[in-house]
């Protein structure tokens, strides 16, 4: 099994700043692509960022230019530097982890943006 875990959650207010972990272990051989998606109440999961094993990356339009998603290949993780946070931002956070033709995600840790 994968088991991925988040942290880094939290309250803060808008223009604040967040980043969070999510550590990957168990049975992995190989590094793959790596994300995170978000969903907030009433809504549907959405993408917030993805990072391929060799550092290429996107992002969903709500979060571009305020977000940075980056990855330890040594530590098997994925990191997500959340700037000028805004209310909107709110949500459950996921760590996303294909392997193969699975897909492994994290229990979430929810971030709350207060206006």
């Known amino acids: 099994q994968v088991r991925l875990v988040e942290s880094g959650g939290g309250l803060v207010q808008a223009g604040g700043s967040l980043r969070l972990s999510c550590v990957a272990s168990?049975?992995?051989?190989?590094?793959?692509?790596m994300g995170w998606y978000r969903q907030a109440p009433g809504k549907q999961r959405e993408l917030v960022a993805t990072?391929?094993?060799?550092?290429?990356?996107n992002y969903g339009d709500s979060v571009k230019g305020r977000f940075i998603i980056s990855r330890d290949n040594g530590k098997n993780a994925v990191y997500l530097q959340m700037d000028s946070l805004k209310p909107e931002d709110t949500a459950v956070y996921y760590c996303n982890a294909p392997m193969g033709s699975l897909v492994y995600w994290g229990q979430g840790t929810q971030v709350t943006v207060s206006s």
């Open positions: 168990g049975n992995i051989f190989s590094i793959r692509p």
């Open positions: 990072i391929t094993s060799t550092g290429s990356t």
